[in-house]
T-cell receptor
């Protein structure tokens, strides 16, 4: 296991379509995050899982967004009825349970373009 | 209001020059990370600092965590074109749940040959 893996790397979709992204974290990491990054900005927190439990969701995560992490392994992020404003880089990160050391490792991201 | 303020936002320098970028906050952090991100890629972790006053070196990069754990700096000596990228600081607020990383907007560094 060499790192966090995200699929697909790029997605172009028409407005109104649904899209789903997948994240495979580092295998021994129990914590998984989704972030969104737009041009010129740092990543913005979307949601957090500890094992299979979704413990926090940002206000950025509207009701069109849903994330799951069945069995506490891989995670999916689904966006329903996509809008042009959803165009962004969607980043997944994972980390183990290390107390104060909050080293999170990121995947390469999924670049979503809504046309 | 941005929890983590990074400065400068943009920096363009010549190869061989030194530079410092800053990450400031009014909040205390239990730890702070620096990442480097290239276009179209995810952020890559450079370093984690945990103790106030801590200094870490990574080849030509020197990272410092402020004594009060509210700020940090990244100094690059003799910059090279390969250092070009977006430098992001991220921290977990002390006393919070300690799991959520908050990012600054980043410093976009361009090193010209």
């Amino acid at each position: 296991d060499t790192g966090v893996s995200q699929d697909p790397r790029h997605k172009i979709t028409k407005r109104g379509q649904n899209v789903t992204f997948r994240c495979d974290p580092i295998s021994e990491h129990n914590r998984l995050y989704w972030y969104r990054q737009t041009l010129g900005q740092g990543p913005e927190f979307l949601t957090y899982f500890q094992n299979e439990a979704q413990l926090e969701k940002s206000r950025l995560l509207s009701d069109r967004f849903s994330a799951e992490r069945p069995k506490g392994s891989f995670s999916t992020l689904e966006i329903q009825r996509t809008e042009q404003g959803d165009s962004a880089m969607y980043l997944c990160a994972s980390r183990g349970d290390r107390g104060r050391g909050t080293e999170a490792f990121f995947g390469q991201g999924t670049r979503l373009t809504v046309v | 209001t941005q929890l983590l303020e990074q400065s400068p936002q943009f920096l363009s320098i010549q190869e061989g020059e030194n530079l410092t970028v800053y990450c400031n906050s009014s909040s205390v952090f239990s730890s702070l990370q620096w990442y480097r991100q290239e276009p179209g890629e995810g952020p890559v972790l450079l370093v984690t600092v945990v103790t106030g006053g801590e200094v870490k070196k990574l080849k030509r990069l020197t990272f410092q965590f402020g004594d009060a754990r509210k700020d940090s700096s990244l100094h690059i000596t003799a910059a090279q074109p390969g250092d070009t990228g977006l430098y992001l600081c991220a921290g977990a607020v002390s006393g919070g749940s300690n799991y959520k990383l908050t990012f600054g907007k980043g410093t976009l560094l361009t090193v010209n040959p």
